[in-house]
Nanobody
């Protein structure tokens, strides 16, 4: 059973930066695509970024491209989301997730089988 624990959320002013971390337990971390999703109040959860199992390929939502960077450290079972130039529209609960299929990628939420509890990011104007 995979457990994912996010950290690093908080309150930041517009234009600021935050780094989210996600610690994964369990084996075979390096076999799976990892992703970050977010859910703002009264909105559906949406894809933010994903990184394939070896870290070679990354994908981003258009709304965060150029501002956010996803990375991973397979030796530590960690995935990160570096967020720069934050905007009030980035305010949301951010979730770390693991794809349920080894060595495959899709940004579809339905393919991510394991989820963390989420960490709140609030960007003030």
């Amino acid at each position: 059973q995979v457990q994912l624990v996010e950290s690093g959320g908080g309150l930041v002013q517009a234009g600021g930066s935050l780094r989210l971390s996600c610690q994964a337990s369990g084996r075979s971390f390096s076999s799976y695509t990892m992703g970050w999703f977010r859910q703002a109040p009264a909105k559906e959860r949406e894809f933010v970024a994903a990184i394939t199992w070896g870290g070679d390929t990354t994908y981003y939502a258009d709304s965060v491209k150029g501002r956010f960077t996803i990375s991973r450290d397979n030796a530590k079972n960690m995935v990160y989301l570096e967020m720069n130039s934050l905007k009030p529209d980035d305010t949301a609960v951010y979730y770390c997730a693991r794809d349920g299929r080894a060595y495959q990628y899709s940004k579809a939420e339905t393919n991510f089988a394991s989820w963390g509890q989420g960490t709140q990011v609030t960007v003030s104007s």
